[in-house]
């Protein structure tokens, strides 16, 4: 499996180990874009937090929401 294809299901568990609004942890366009912006506020010190914003960079590059 690559990479990409394992993003989606990667986010999903890292997402349900932070503090993150349950709305938010729909995957969307709309969402990715509002955690970009958001996820350290709450998550400053979380040690996947890295490996998230690197998965919602990826997503959304390669537009695999809508």
Request: hydrophobic content about 40%.
């Amino acid at each position: 499996m690559s990479q990409t294809s394992s993003d989606p299901l990667r986010f999903l568990q890292i997402l349900d180990t932070m503090d993150v609004p349950d709305r938010r942890k729909l995957l969307s366009r709309a969402n990715i874009g509002w955690l970009q912006r958001n996820i350290r506020v709450r998550n400053a010190d979380h040690p996947d937090l890295d490996e998230l914003l690197t998965i919602l960079r990826r997503l959304r590059k390669n537009r695999l929401v809508t």
